[in-house]
């Protein structure tokens, strides 16, 4: 999730557990630091770009690497604010903060690797998208009820405001469900045999969702939204550029990227280079994570220097097209 979101977990889950013990803001301070430390990797240079990519939350979002740094961090923090008798309970606060980082992260398309340094493999949900203003202000409003209300009445905000957010993810896991169960019937219905299924919401909301289906040679990319009148989904085909597959599937940087994004990308030519395009982020025409490669002739065993080419939207389209196709209205494409 964003930044300003995993402030507000880890400030609002502070609170919770240091209650009135200590100062509100005390809490508050070191539960966001807690709940933005993981993210810091994003400023290390991993050599490339996919690598860049591909190890941003890697080590800095394990489990157990979380677990071993939070009676450190509690330490400190308690000796800084002569709370020595606290240290349990900033312990515990603190690594609340620090564990829910990943787990909320799990809940986006991006990929985080958990379970660090046994496996690098990278888990998601898929069912919220990156920035959601539907899960995060119930948490800032929460946190400031707590600092601006010194009775138990701003603990109580607090906690609603955990409560509501948490019932928003579970919500978004059973619209997820449903987009999902729609897609596969339509897919079906199409005669179309997909592979891999992707199902993740348009930027800022769960009602519209996204939809990759992938085959050997093509990928197909729909929305539903659960206001739609009919289930029926409208595919867009595209090649995903299965020659390519073949000659390059073994370089690093392709390998990567398939593993990554659990077999959601394409290979294509243009203008002499070659790129690889993770199809999890953006949409048709334009995805965050695109990737030049240099020339496709490249020499066996030469390495490939990867740069980023994000491809930007029409923000001017794109958001009113959104906008419509939420409410279950079929705009023409954007």
Do not use: C
């Not at 890697?58 to 979380?66: K, Y």
């Not at 729609?182 to 348009?202: D, F, H, K, N, Y």
């Not at 593993?259 to 395009?277: I, M």
């Not at 740069?307 to 023409?332: F, I, N, Y």
């Amino acid at each position: 999730m964003d930044s300003l979101t995993q402030i507000a977990l880890g400030s609002a889950l502070s609170v919770a557990v240091m209650g009135r013990r200590t100062a509100a803001w005390k809490a508050a301070l070191w539960g966001a630091v807690a709940g933005t430390l993981p993210d810091l990797d994003a400023f290390i240079d991993q050599g490339n770009a996919i690598l860049n990519m591909t190890r941003h939350r890697a080590e800095s979002h394990s489990l157990l690497f979380l677990t071993l740094a939070a009676p450190l961090l509690a330490w400190g923090v308690s000796r800084l604010h002569g709370e020595p008798g606290l240290f349990r309970r900033w312990w515990l606060a603190l690594w609340l903060a620090l564990f829910t980082h990943p787990l909320l992260d799990v809940m986006t398309v991006y990929g985080t690797q958990l379970l660090q340094p046994f496996s690098d493999h990278p888990f998601a949900v898929g069912s919220i998208f990156i920035i959601d203003p539907l899960y995060t202000v119930p948490l800032i409003v929460g946190v400031v009820a707590a600092l601006r209300l010194k009775s138990r009445r701003g603990l109580r905000w607090n906690t609603a405001g955990l409560v509501l957010s948490t019932l928003y993810l579970g919500w978004s896991v059973g619209a997820q469900q449903q987009a999902t169960t729609v897609a596969r019937a339509s897919l079906q219905a199409e005669g179309i045999a997909a592979s891999g299924l992707l199902v993740t919401p348009a930027p800022f909301n769960t009602l519209l969702w996204r939809l990759v289906a992938t085959t050997p040679t093509q990928y197909f990319e729909g929305h539903y939204s659960l206001l739609d009148d009919s289930p029926r989904i409208r595919w867009s085909a595209h090649d995903r550029g299965a020659a390519l597959m073949d000659r390059h599937r073994q370089e690093p940087s392709v390998a990567r990227m398939a593993a990554f994004s659990h077999g959601f990308y394409r290979l294509s030519e243009s203008g002499g280079q070659l790129f690889v395009t993770d199809l999890r982020m953006g949409q048709e025409p334009a995805y965050t994570f695109h990737f030049n490669l240099g020339p496709p002739a490249a020499r066996a065993g030469q390495a490939r220097v990867p740069v980023l080419e994000s491809q930007r939207p029409d923000l001017a389209t794109a958001l009113p097209w959104l906008w419509l196709r939420m409410w279950g209205k079929v705009p023409a494409p954007h």
